[in-house]
T-cell receptor, first 112, second 116 residues
Framework: KNQVEQSPQSLIILEGKNCTLQCNYTVSPFSNLRWYKQDTGRGPVSLTIMTFSENTKSNGRYTATLDADTKQSSLHITASQLSDSASYICVVSETGGFKTIFGAGTRLFVKA | NAGVTQTPKFQVLKTGQSMTLQCAQDMNHEYMSWYRQDPGMGLRLIHYSVGAGITDQGEVPNGYNVSRSTTEDFPLRLLSAAPSQTSVYFC???????????????FGEGSRLTVL
């Protein structure tokens, strides 16, 4: 069964610190992997997209990595800000159709 | 440019009642979809559409109906609400021009539904 698993479930860090969120998937055939940010009470918003041939992609203080061989991705947040407090959702899509699998998300709390 | 608009934001129903969640997008996206988000779980696909007049079931379609009469609108109908349908519902759309599953999903703000 295609699955997307994220760790940790939740994380508390101090403002200014870095953190890394993990995503493991078993989705096949693989098309792409996106990381979404979901603020409380809002809909998810895409941060990055990575395809099979891409290893690293950055969006400001967010850097995503992808290892297609081990089926793992990470999202690294640098110099965290209070506004980074949100859920971060890993989303993996199959090729040849419309199927998209969502992870349960990592809830990040950034404290002052 | 409003993006994806969902109404209502909050709704309380009694068991057995019916209602429709509205979703509209102004980006001319071919693909529209409905998800439910429950605590500790990833978003689960209820129904989706790849164009006017074309709909298909997702992972958890039971108890829900959809129709797509225009490109812009994709309402979700609860036929006879049950407490198990208490959830937050999200509508999302994306362009299919890039092909397959590569386009970014644009989400509405969500509709929180409670069934008593």
């Amino acid at each position: 069964k295609n699955q997307v698993e994220q760790s940790p479930q939740s994380l508390i860090i101090l403002e200014g610190k870095n953190c890394t969120l993990q995503c493991n998937y078993t989705v096949s055939p693989f098309s792409n992997l996106r990381w979404y940010k979901q603020d409380t009470g809002r809909g998810p918003v895409s941060l990055t997209i990575m395809t099979f041939s891409e290893n690293t992609k950055s969006n400001g203080r967010y850097t995503a990595t992808l290892d297609a061989d081990t089926k793992q991705s990470s999202l690294h947040i640098t110099a965290s800000q209070l506004s980074d407090s949100a859920s971060y959702i890993c989303v993996v899509s199959e090729t040849g159709g419309f199927k998209t699998i969502f992870g349960a998300g990592t809830r990040l709390f950034v404290k002052a | 440019n409003a993006g994806v608009t969902q109404t209502p934001k909050f709704q309380v129903l009694k068991t057995g009642q019916s209602m429709t969640l509205q979703c509209a997008q102004d980006m001319n996206h071919e693909y529209m979809s409905w998800y439910r988000q429950d605590p500790g779980m990833g978003l689960r696909l209820i129904h989706y559409s790849v164009g006017a007049g074309i709909t298909d079931q997702g992972e958890v379609p039971n108890g829900y109906n959809v129709s797509r009469s225009t490109t812009e609108d994709f309402p979700l109908r609860l036929l006879s609400a049950a407490p198990s349908q208490t959830s937050v519902y999200f509508c999302a759309s994306r362009s299919l021009l890039a092909g397959g599953n590569t386009g970014e999903l644009f989400f509405g703000e969500g509709s929180r539904l409670t069934v008593l």
